[in-house]
C-alpha cells in the first residue's frame, strides 16, 4: 500500500537513496537498495539496462532486473523485447511516465498489448519507465513497477528522481570497477 506522506518526505526519500546509490559497491547492492526504496511506493520490481548501442544487443543489456524468474522466462520464450512498449518508449522518447499512460497511447492492435497482457498476469498492474542516456550516448532505461494503482504527483517525481540516480549509478562505470576489485 502507497505511503501517505507529504512532498518533503518524497524529496528526502529521492535525495537519500541517491546518497546511498553513490555508495553501493556492487550491482546487487544497488538492486536492493532500490526495492527497499520503491517498496514503500507499492513497487516491488525493478530492472535497469540499455536499450540501443552495442550492450543492448549483447547477451545481457541489463545493469540488473529483479523480476520473477517466470516472468523473465515467458518474456524470452515470446519474444517480447521487439514489441515491449517499455524499451519503444525509450527509445523514442526522453520524458519519464507512467505505465498507464504509456498504455493509453498504444493503438488498439499494437502487438505491445500482449507483453501488457502479460505483466497483469503475474501482478503488476502500475509502473513507471524512465528513459536514460547512457555515458557512451546509447539509450537506456529504468523500468519500476508493481501491484497498485494510479501514482499521486508526488509518488511518480520521488520514483522518477529515484531511478534517475539507479541509472546513473548503474551506468558509471565506478560500480564495475568496484566488482572487478572484489
Known amino acids: 500500500m502507497p505511503l501517505n506522506i507529504d512532498e518533503a ?87 519519464a511516465l507512467s505505465w498507464t499512460e504509456l498504455f493509453r497511447l498504444l493503438p488498439e492492435r499494437d502487438p505491445g498489448r500482449r507483453v501488457i497482457e502479460a505483466g497483469r498476469r503475474f501482478g503488476y498492474s502500475e509502473g513507471l519507465v524512465v528513459p536514460m542516456r547512457c555515458a557512451d550516448n546509447s539509450l537506456g532505461l529504468v523500468s519500476l513497477g508493481g501491484p497498485r494503482g494510479a501514482f499521486t504527483a508526488g509518488e511518480q517525481v520521488c520514483l522518477t528522481m529515484i531511478a534517475r540516480s539507479v541509472f546513473e549509478a548503474a551506468d558509471s562505470g565506478v560500480m564495475e570497477f568496484r566488482e572487478l576489485m572484489l
Request: aromatic share 12%.
Open 9 to 95: 518526505e518524497f524529496y528526502r526519500r529521492a535525495f537519500g537513496f541517491a546518497m546511498k546509490a553513490e555508495r553501493c559497491a556492487v550491482m546487487s547492492d544497488l538492486s536492493a537498495a532500490v526495492l527497499e526504496a520503491v517498496i514503500p511506493l507499492g513497487i516491488t520490481v525493478a530492472a535497469s539496462g540499455v536499450v540501443s548501442g552495442p550492450k543492448a544487443a549483447s547477451a545481457n543489456p541489463f545493469h540488473f532486473a529483479n523480476w520473477p524468474a517466470e516472468m523473465i522466462t515467458l518474456y524470452l520464450q515470446e519474444e517480447f523485447l521487439q514489441d515491449d512498449p517499455i524499451p519503444r518508449w525509450a527509445r523514442n522518447s526522453g520524458r
